[in-house]
């Protein structure tokens, strides 16, 4: 297929070349697409094996961020670390550089994003460009060579008039921040071209996705991970949100199957092309219980950002995400205990290396 010889080209090129030299991007704007080439419409994560010749081809953006190393790692062990290139307007830390293809990528540049697929080549002003004109973007590239699209959308594309508990996959969606009306407009647009020109469009809505390996960039749900680190290195903890706020969160694993899942999913066992998915809901309240279980001097104490609160308070406290599961068989594995023996497990064992070295 033409997009499989044209995104091989972007994979000898990144292969040859050197580190790339832009600077970071300081503003953590959320965006995440991967596009994968068809594949068969009998495909299951369980059951299919592709051959060496048939493996998908996909393109991360936005892929230096919380999620996109850790869902390359993901499909590189599955199509192979050659087939799957991360790409980002940072510069990758050396690690993620030598572990794979990447390219320079930035969604708001038509032509260059055109020519990655071709084979040639929190600011509110920002995060609308980004999440906005880089969709666009990707909307229309994916639909002129036939790629199957994955956009991550989440509990903020919700607002203070959606149903709370639960909240269904279909109900109002008036939220009030520009984030989660620029998801409301991805979930829309993809729809509308999935309607209207047959792009294959899926789309998933996370929950707060809770992982050890990357520092927590200021979100909403952040509180859930930013606890972890306090809790092993000073054994205090100050938390934004009121102690009873309860939104529904994730384990990075659980949210990295899922988008393998239901972008592998036969095509006629999707009666929508937006799902909510969900693993569990707490509160600060129990999530400190749990870790004090493993750590029971942990201090915690609340300063409440109100800017934040009115945004949680604004978001689902339970996701209900029956279609999901009926659908295409989404299962969660990690509820609130694994998910804190994990995260501390995997923490601690970090902080401990940092000491001994
Ligand atoms: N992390 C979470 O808890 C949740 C994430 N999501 C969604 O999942 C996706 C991934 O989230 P994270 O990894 O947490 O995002 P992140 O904010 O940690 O990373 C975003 C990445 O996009 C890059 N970027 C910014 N402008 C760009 C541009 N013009 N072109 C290309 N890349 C650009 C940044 O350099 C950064 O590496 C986002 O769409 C987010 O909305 C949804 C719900 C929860
Ligand atoms: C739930 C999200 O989309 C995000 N992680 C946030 O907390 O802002």
Not at 211 to 220: F, I, R
Not at 237 to 257: A, G, S, V
């Amino acid at each position: 297929m033409p997009v499989v010889r044209a995104l091989n080209r972007v994979v000898r090129q990144a292969l040859a070349a050197p580190p790339c030299g832009y600077q970071p991007l300081a503003v953590a704007v959320r965006n995440i697409s991967f596009s994968p080439r068809q594949v068969t419409s009998d495909a299951s994560f369980h059951s299919v094996s592709f051959s060496e010749t048939d493996h998908p081809k996909v393109l991360i953006t936005g892929g230096l961020g919380q999620l996109g190393v850790g869902l390359a790692k993901l499909l590189r062990k599955r199509f192979g670390k050659n087939n799957v290139i991360l790409s980002d307007i940072r510069k990758p830390p050396s690690n993620v550089f030598h572990s794979g293809p990447f390219i320079y990528s930035d969604i708001l540049d038509y032509k260059n994003l055109r020519e990655i697929v071709r084979g040639g080549g929190g600011e509110r002003a920002l995060a609308r460009a980004v999440n906005i004109t880089g969709l666009h973007n990707i909307l229309d590239i994916a639909a002129e060579h036939g790629l199957r699209l994955f956009v991550p959308s989440t509990i903020g594309a919700f607002g203070p008039t959606s149903p709370r508990n639960p909240t269904p996959d279909l109900c109002v969606q008036r939220p009030r921040t520009i984030y989660g009306v620029s998801k409301v407009h991805a979930e829309l647009m993809g729809e509308y071209y999935h309607h209207r020109y047959g792009l294959d469009f899926r789309c998933l809505r996370y929950p707060g996705i809770i992982s050890a390996d990357s520092q927590p960039g200021g979100g909403t749900t952040d509180y859930a991970v930013q606890i972890f680190h306090d809790a092993v290195k000073t054994g205090k903890f100050e938390c934004n949100l009121k102690p009873d706020t309860r939104l529904p969160m994730m384990y990075i694993d659980d949210c990295l199957r899922a988008t393998l899942e239901v972008m592998e999913a036969p095509a006629d066992t999707l009666s929508m092309r937006t799902y909510n998915i969900n693993a569990m809901s707490f509160t600060p309240e129990e999530l400190a219980r749990e870790v004090q279980r493993q750590l029971p001097d942990l201090q915690i104490t609340y300063d409440i950002d109100h800017v934040r609160q009115a945004i949680a308070d604004s978001w689902p406290m339970n996701f209900d995400d029956d279609n999901a599961r009926r659908d295409w068989g989404w299962k969660h594995e990690y509820d609130l205990p694994e998910l804190v023996q994990t995260m501390l497990n995997f923490i601690g064992a970090e902080s401990r290396v940092a000491q001994a070295s």
